[in-house]
């Protein structure tokens, strides 16, 4: 089993930057890809960002590529979500998960754990 807690959502204005946390109990962590997704008002839930077990590689959703960083560090049991320019289109809740393999996925039916998630909100 594997808990997750996402941080760092808030209120920002368009342009600016947030940095979201997601702390992870158990000590398989650093074995499992990492994902993040959102879910903005009246939408589905859509893949943000991935990165594999070891951090080497990552993927992103066409929609951050160039303004979202995902990284990990597997001594914290942390991964990351770096946004920046952020625009009043990424307001959603968004959420990290785990996927239990080694490798990145991007469908939201291949992950075995998610968060609660965090709210971001983007005033323009």
């Known amino acids: 089993q594997v808990q997750l807690v996402e941080s760092g959502g808030g209120l920002v204005q368009a342009g600016n930057s947030l940095r979201l946390s997601c702390a992870a109990s158990?000590?398989?962590?650093?074995?499992?890809?990492m994902g993040w997704f959102r879910q903005a008002p009246g939408k589905e839930r859509e893949f943000v960002a991935g990165?594999?077990?070891?951090?080497?590689?990552?993927a992103y959703a066409d929609s951050g590529k160039g303004r979202f960083t995902i990284s990990r560090d597997n001594a914290k049991n942390t991964v990351y979500l770096q946004m920046n320019s952020l625009k009043p289109e990424d307001t959603a809740v968004y959420y990290c998960?785990?996927?239990?393999?080694?490798?990145?996925?991007?469908?939201?039916?291949?992950?075995?754990?998610w968060g609660q998630g965090t709210r971001v909100t983007v005033s323009s």
């Open positions: 998960a785990v996927v239990r393999r080694w490798s990145i996925a991007t469908r939201e039916q291949e992950y075995d754990y």
């Open positions: 158990g000590r398989t962590f650093s074995i499992y890809a």
């Open positions: 990165i594999d077990s070891g951090g080497g590689r990552t």
